[in-house]
Structures are given as C-alpha cells and as structure tokens.
C-alpha cells in the first residue's frame, strides 16, 4: 500500500470513528435539550389550560395559545401525583399525515370530579431543528475529510517529493553508474538521508569497480603466464629423453593448466556479461539455434545414446539478443542435458512462443536446488566441471529479463526458460 | 621461408621459436611494435603471428600496416583478449586467423600450415605422410591412390596430425583444435578417442599403416618409425 493511501486511510478511519461518537452525544444532548424545552413548556401550559377547566366542555382548542391539541376525560377515582411525559403519533387531518407530538397527561380536580388532561404539543418544529442540526454537522464531517485529504496529497507532493525523488533515483542506480545525488535538503531527516545515500551509493560503485578491475585484470594478466606454462609443458613432452614416470607428472601439469585455463576464460566471460558488455541485438530464430547447436554436439548426443525429442510449437519466436549470448545460453543448456543425463537417456525439448523447455532424465541433484546456478556449485561425482555452465546460463537470462526455473520430477530435470512477449 | 613473430612475452616467444623450429620453421623475432615495423619489410614472410598487447602499441596496427604495404604473408593474431567484437575487428584489418592465449604450440602450427595454405598455395596442393595423401582443398584422402572415405572431423584429425608430424599432441589440444569452445568442459575427451578410432580404422582398412601412437596416456605421436 501506498504511504500516502496508507496514512490517509489512517487519519480517515480515526476521524470517522470520533465523528460518530461525537454525532451520536451531541444528538443525544440536542435532543434531550429540546425535549426538556418542550416538557417545560407542556408545564407552562398546564396553568392556562387549568384556567379554562371549569367550563371544560366549552373550550376551544385554537383559543388556547401554543397548545396543538388537548384532551380531557373523566378519570373516575384514579389519582395520580405526577406530570406523565410521553410521545404518540396523531393524525393531522389538514397535512393529512401522522405527526408525531409530545403530551403532558395529569389528573386535575375540579371540586368531586377528578379529569385526565393530556395537553399535546407538536414535536415537528425541534425535530426539523435536531434533523437540520445533524445534517449541517454531516456536511462538516464531509468537508473536513475532503480538506484533509487534500492536505494530505498537498503534503506528499510538496514535503515528500524528495523522498519520491531520492527513490526514483535509487531505482535507477546501477552499481556501474554514478552514486545517487540528491539536491539541497531544507529538512534535517532527509538531509541525513541524502547524505547516507550518497555515501553508501559511492561506496557500493567504488567497491564494485574496484573489485571488477581486479577481477579484470588477474583474469588478464593470467593469460600470459599460463600461455608460457602451456607451452613450456608442451615443448617439454616432445622430448626424448622423458620415461613414463616423468610423463604421467607432465600429464598432470598439462591437465591442470588446461582446466585452469579454461575457468579464466570463463569467469572472464561472465564478468563480461556483468559489465553488459554484449550489446548487439539481433533476430535469431529460437528453433533454428537449437537445431545448430544439437548438429554440433551430435557426437557426444551419439556417444551417450542419448535419444533427442524435439517439439516445436513456437510458431517462429525470435529472440532479440546478441548472438554470442544465445549460442552461450544454448549451448551450456544442451552441454548440461547431456553431461547430467543417463546413459541412453533422453533429451526433450519444447519450444513454446512464450518458453522454451529442456528436459533430460538423470539422478537427482547431490545439493540445494537453491544453489543450482551459483558459481562453483556442481556435481561432486563429476570432476573437470567447474560448476559454472548453469551460472553463465542465469548470468546470460538477467541480461535479457527471461526468467529461469528448475524442477525435478520423475527423475527427469526440467529447466524452463520463459521468454518476453 | 620465415615467420615473423611479434611478442613482448620473452618466455612465450622463445616456445613458439622452439616448437616451430622442429616443425623446420626459421624464426625472426620482435618483442616490441617498433621492431615488428621495422621488420615487416624485410622478408617474404610465409606467416607473420602478432601479439595485439605490445608495451608500445596496438599489434592490430601492425597488421593493417602490413595490408598496406600489400604484404601476401598470412597474419595470425595471437591475443590474450578473447572477445567477439576483437576478433572481428582482427579478421577486419586484414588477419587470417585469431588464437586465443593460452593455446597449444600444436595448434599453432597446425594453425600456420592451414593459413600457408591458403595464402601461398592456389589450391591443388597435396600432402603426403608416407602413405597418404590429402588433397585439403578437395577434402579428399587417398592410401596408396585408393580414396579413403573420413568425415570432415577425421580429416581435419588428421591434417591436424600431418601438421604435427613426430610430435606428440595432447588431447586436450586435438579437443580443442577440432571443437573450439566446444572441445572443453564435457569431463571427457571420449569423442576424441571415438573419431581418432574411427580414422585410423578407415586408414587401416585401406592398407595403410598405423601411423598413430599413443605417449604414456599423454598424447599421440604421428610417426612413420
């Protein structure tokens, strides 16, 4: 949830919480008010009307000033000490409607007869008063949330924008760039923040270069010495005063400097694709590289046995990328389903227009399926892989924003590859 | 005819003058930009192989100033850099190959003879080991003029061996030299032993005889003794 939809919903909730609680007091206070006005005024009226009792039968309702209306029985023997307030709905015959009205009933003597007066008083002009009064602090209650959802927004665009800003730029912040910078700061925490950004984003570039120049040139600067290895050990085996013994040693060096050779070149590679070094784009059709690559590694498809089935169902999807990148994708992807396969097992894979699926039968992992595409990360019965093929294959997909996952199932590895419409 | 060699590496130098010079290669060497100029003109060279990285200069500059001097020799760049875009920009200025460092001294000269080939040669050249002969334009291999039916890998196998003829050669440099980047990374070099089977079987069948030994487990030596 947004800050500002969160703390709006915030000030919101409380203010209509307290809005009601006060609505419903004050309703009860106005009322109350207005109800004890009246009862005072059924009071009041009780002297007048006691005045015109003796002639009661001949007393005109519309005579009487304030009084609606008024009713006047015998009670028999009933006494009663006390004034009984109460609510009745009558029927208006002018408006023709029921109204509501509040009475005041008492038994008066008059010599031996004892009459139960109930004197009525129309209740409508407090209640249009109480209705007009709620209205009137509903609309307040309104405006008020309105004003303060606009103070609100008012706020975040004004005070907040260079949180916004400073997040905006954090986004864009790539290690490879400059250290995110943000203008003048007129409030301390977010001077505070300006400057730990700064110092942190220029920490994070400056370790990041640093580490990819070091990485940059050992890689490099290996190349020459294991050149002259290579060659020495080369020159040395052609020599003919070599016994088998001295052989097997110079084996071991030629085997060793061939591997170590080949992780630089890698690991060069991959801090290549870090660096987006690679940024030619071209069309490359997804069935046709496949294709390619299986011809070039038909020999050790052959030498495993290992059975290829091919659905194709992507309907010509291309890839934008560059070239070299593809081949690299491709080919560590089959490189693996044939390493990690059984012998005679099977290789399928499914071209989709948004996927392309790799299987290939095999044991299950001997680690973390997590790990599957860290660095060093390998098959430990296998020697003379560096554990890097699947590293390069999730290096190759974050530059192109395809998503890369793993399953295993029935013994078979599935890795799928989901590509951008 | 010579080959000129330009490399700020004295040790790495002093390998390929060796290793060549068995294969009957006479060396002249340049350890700086300034002294590869200056020796561009001196021969005909029948290969030049020039190291891109020199103390002082760009060996891709070498190579375009040896188009320009309109110099027949074949070029290899032999680079530590290993990037696409390099070796485009190699094979550009006028280079016939591009091999990476660290590379197998086998696969160098291999390398030289294919570019000799190709740019002292106008086709029709035939190569003889004792009883074979390959005629690499055509791709075609004949044991005592009886033609030989390899693949396009065992004949490259084999060119590979002729080219290194007395030598022993690894397996990791067969690998290599036959599958590039491809060669690598499989923990098993079965499908050199596979085609190296396969083509002496098909020079064997043919009446040829085993030219092919193998050194200790290190590698192979193409001999006629």
């Known amino acids: 949830m947004k800050l500002l939809t969160k703390s709006t919903l915030y000030i919101a909730t409380l203010s209509l919480f307290l809005f009601f609680i006060m609505g419903v007091i004050f309703f009860q206070v106005l009322r109350n008010m207005s109800l004890s006005d009246l009862n005072r005024e059924l009071v009041d009226m009780k002297e007048v009307v006691e005045l015109y009792l003796d002639d009661y039968w001949g007393i005109q309702v519309g005579a009487l000033p304030g009084i609606d209306s008024l009713s006047v029985r015998p009670a028999g023997s009933a006494t ?82 260079d949180f916004f800003e400073a997040i905006e730029k954090l986004k864009r912040f790539e290690t490879t760039k400059e250290p995110v910078i943000l203008g003048e700061q007129d409030i301390q925490e977010f001077d505070e923040l300006k400057q730990v950004l700064e110092v942190m984003t220029r920490r994070l570039s400056n370790d990041y270069r640093e580490l990819k120049e070091y990485t940059d040139h050992t890689t490099h600067e290996l190349q020459t010495p294991l050149a002259v290895i290579k060659s020495k050990a080369e020159l040395l085996i052609q020599s003919e005063k070599l016994g088998a013994e001295e052989m097997k040693l110079l084996e071991a060096i030629n085997t060793s400097v061939h591997q170590l050779s080949r992780l630089n070149s890698t690991l060069t590679l991959i801090t290549r694709i870090e660096n987006r070094q690679f940024t030619e784009k071209e069309e490359i059709k997804l069935t046709g590289l496949l294709d390619r690559h299986l011809e ?119 890795f799928t590859i989901g590509l951008p419409a | ?43 005909d060279y029948l290969c030049m192989l020039i190291d891109l990285n020199l103390p002082d200069g760009d060996g891709l500059e070498l190579v375009k100033l040896a188009r320009e001097n309109k110099s027949e020799s074949g070029i290899i760049i032999i680079s530590a850099r290993n990037a696409i875009e390099q ?33 002292h040669m106008d086709g029709g050249e035939v190569l003889r080991f004792g009883a074979i002969k390959v005629e690499p334009e055509e791709h075609t291999c004949f044991v005592e003029e009886q033609q030989v039916d390899l693949t396009r890998k065992e004949l490259d196998l084999l060119l590979y061996f002729m080219a290194n003829r007395n030598r022993v050669v690894t397996k990791e440099g067969i690998a290599d030299y036959l599958w590039g980047e491809y060669g690598g990374g499989y923990g098993s070099y079965d499908f050199v032993y596979t085609h190296l089977k396969n083509m002496r079987r098909k020079l064997m069948d043919a009446g040829c005889p085993d030219y092919v030994r193998n050194i200790y487990g290190v590698g192979y030596k193409f001999s006629i003794d």
């Open chain 1, 296 to 414: 070039l590694l038909e020999e050790y498809i052959g030498l495993r046995r290992i059975k290829v089935q091919k659905y194709y169902k992507d309907g010509g999807r291309a890839l934008f990328m560059d070239h070299g990148l593809a081949d690299l994708l491709v080919a560590n992807l089959l490189k693996n389903a044939i390493v990690h396969n059984v012998e005679g097992g099977t290789i399928v894979l499914e071209t989709g227009p948004r996927s392309l699926v790799i299987r290939n039968d095999g044991d299950p992992l001997g680690f973390n399926q997590e790990e599957l595409f860290t660095r060093f990360v390998r098959n430990t019965r296998r020697t003379g892989s560096f554990g890097l093929g699947l590293s390069l294959v999730k290096k190759v997909c974050e530059t192109y924003n395809f998503s890369i996952d793993y399953s295993f199932d029935k013994q078979q590895h599935t």
């Open chain 2, 87 to 119: 070796r485009v920009e190699g094979l550009k200025a006028g280079a016939d190959d591009y091999l990476v460092k660290p590379f197998h001294l086998s696969e160098l000269v291999a390398r030289v003879h294919s570019v000799a080939r190709r740019t």
């Open chain 2, 1 to 43: 005819m010579q080959i000129l060699i330009v490399e700020d590496e004295a040790s790495l130098m002093e390998s390929m003058v060796s290793y060549l010079a068995m294969e009957g290669f006479r060396c002249e060497q340049a350890s700086d930009f300034h002294t590869g100029v200056a020796m561009l003109d001196r021969h």
């Open chain 1, 80 to 161: 009663q000490a006390e004034y009984i307030f109460g609510d009745t709905l009558k029927y208006d015959v002018k408006n023709e409607q029921y109204r509501t009205y509040r009475y005041l009933q008492y038994i008066s003597q008059k010599g031996e007869e004892n009459l139960l007066v109930r004197i009525y008083k129309s209740t409508t002009p407090t209640d249009k008063l109480v209705e007009r009064v709620t209205l009137m602090i509903t609309l307040m209650v309104i405006l008020f949330l309105a004003g303060i959802f606009i103070l609100n927004r008012f706020i975040f665009a004004n005070l907040w924008k």
